[in-house]
Structure formats: structure tokens, C-alpha cells
Antibody, heavy 121, light 109 residues
Framework: EVQLVESGGGLVQPGGSLRLSCAAS????????MSWVRQAPGRGLEWVSL???????YYADSVKGRFTISRDNSKNTVYLQMNSLRAEDTAVYYC???????????????WGQGTMVTVSS | EIVLTQSPGTLSLSPGERATLSCRAS???????LGWYQQKPGQAPRLLIY???NRATGIPDRFSGSGSGTDFTLTISRLEPEDFAVYYC??????????FGQGTRLEIK
């Protein structure tokens, strides 16, 4: 079964750090485009970061310089290292697979269940 | 940066009715890279449509997508009770790679 499972969320003080994990099963992370998407309470979806199959990475302006996306091919897992966290980073963080690597189009066809990050003192 | 504007913000309809949701891009976009998602409370989004008009696996044929250029539409031909949710359009481009619309809430009238 194709599946993504996120973990690592929690409560952190402003200025603190967290590392989110997204473990994949049923497909190979390194052959796909993988992203993190977040949703603040009561708000819409916001793309955060992308790692392509070739390893290149991209970030939303709101997190550039503070967040780092990476992957461990041996664990088939994608990570999001979040530093210098702010109150406005409070959100549910989802990881998602873009079917574009194999389909010549783009859309998030597989989503994790999400992990909540709360930044508060 | 491409901005996606969805309308209406909220759509109130009854089961059995037809729903038409709009997504307008601030500049012309490739129809290959326009998708639609459904999200219910407490759940992750679910892919409905990719490439403007292609239904994702397992999506009922009452859902259809159309459009080109700057104007795209998600149509639900006959609303079922489980269709009441929030719907988002999304585009894949260059910078930033992904943009979402602000969402349309489809509520029971």
C-alpha cells in the first residue's frame, strides 16, 4: 500500500527547532518529487518545501533560510528541519508526493495524515 | 508569482444539485499543471483532478474539471452528502513551484 506517515510535531518555543519526518511505504521517495505543505488553524493550504528526484530543493519565501528539506534513501524518508521557529509557523504539516515525476503532469496524489506543530511560549 | 483566486468563497447547495467552482489564475497557466483537491475537517486533502480534467484514482465520475488559460472549473454534477467539504485548486509552476487557491467551502443549504 502506498502510504506516507509524518511524525515529529509538537510544542516548541519561539526560536526553537523541530525536525519532522515523513516515512514512505509502497514507493521509492528518491524517484519522486516530495513536498511539505502546511495548514495553519482555520486557514488554507500553503506549500512549504520541495525536493526533486535529482535532490534539488526549493522553499517558500516564508521559510527560506530557516527550514531545510532532505531525504534518507536508506530509510525511504523525507525530513523537514525547522529552525528559528515563529508563532506564524504554527500549523499542521503534511508531506505529499507529486505524481509529476512519472506522469508528465503535477499534483499531490499521496498525502500523509499530518503532524501538528505549535510554536508558543 | 501566479496567484489563484477561487470563487465563490462559500457555496450553499442541496444534495442532488449541481456545483460549479471556479479557479482563476493571475496569468495564463499550463492546463497540465492545474489540480483540484477536496478536504474534510480533520483530514488531509484528497486529490480529485489533475491536469485540469483527469480524475484521480477512485474519484467518482460526478466530479469533472475543465478550463484553460486563466479560468478553470470544478463541476460536481449531482451532489452527494459526502461532497460537502472545502475544495482547493493548485498550480505547479516555476517560482514558487506550487500555489494553492484560498479554497471554496461547499456547505449544505
Amino acid at each position: 500500500e502506498v502510504q506516507l506517515v509524518e511524525s515529529g510535531g509538537g510544542l516548541v518555543q519561539p526560536g526553537g527547532s523541530l525536525r519532522l519526518s515523513c516515512a514512505a511505504s509502497g514507493f521509492i521517495v528518491s524517484s519522486n518529487y516530495m513536498s511539505w505543505v502546511r495548514q495553519a488553524p482555520g486557514r488554507g493550504l500553503e506549500w512549504v518545501s520541495l525536493i526533486y528526484s535529482d535532490g534539488s530543493t526549493y522553499y517558500a519565501d516564508s521559510v527560506k533560510g530557516r527550514f531545510t528539506i532532505s531525504r534518507d534513501n536508506s530509510k525511504n524518508t523525507v525530513y523537514l528541519q525547522m529552525n528559528s521557529l515563529r508563532a506564524e509557523d504554527t500549523a499542521v504539516y503534511y508531506c505529499g508526493r507529486d505524481l509529476g515525476a512519472v506522469a508528465g503532469t503535477s499534483a499531490f496524489d499521496v498525502w500523509g495524515q499530518g503532524t501538528m506543530v505549535t510554536v508558543s511560549s | 508569482e501566479i496567484v489563484l483566486t477561487q470563487s465563490p468563497g462559500t457555496l450553499s447547495l442541496s444534495p442532488g444539485e449541481r456545483a460549479t467552482l471556479s479557479c482563476r489564475a493571475s496569468q495564463s497557466v499550463s492546463s497540465s499543471y492545474l489540480g483540484w483537491y477536496q478536504q474534510k475537517p480533520g483530514q488531509a486533502p484528497r486529490l480529485l483532478i489533475y491536469g485540469t480534467s483527469n480524475r484521480a484514482t477512485g474519484i467518482p465520475d460526478r466530479f469533472s474539471g475543465s478550463g484553460s488559460g486563466t479560468d478553470f472549473t470544478l463541476t460536481i454534477s449531482r451532489l452527494e452528502p459526502e461532497d460537502f467539504a472545502v475544495y482547493y485548486c493548485q498550480h505547479y509552476g516555476s517560482s514558487p513551484p506550487y500555489t494553492f487557491g484560498q479554497g471554496t467551502r461547499l456547505e449544505i443549504k
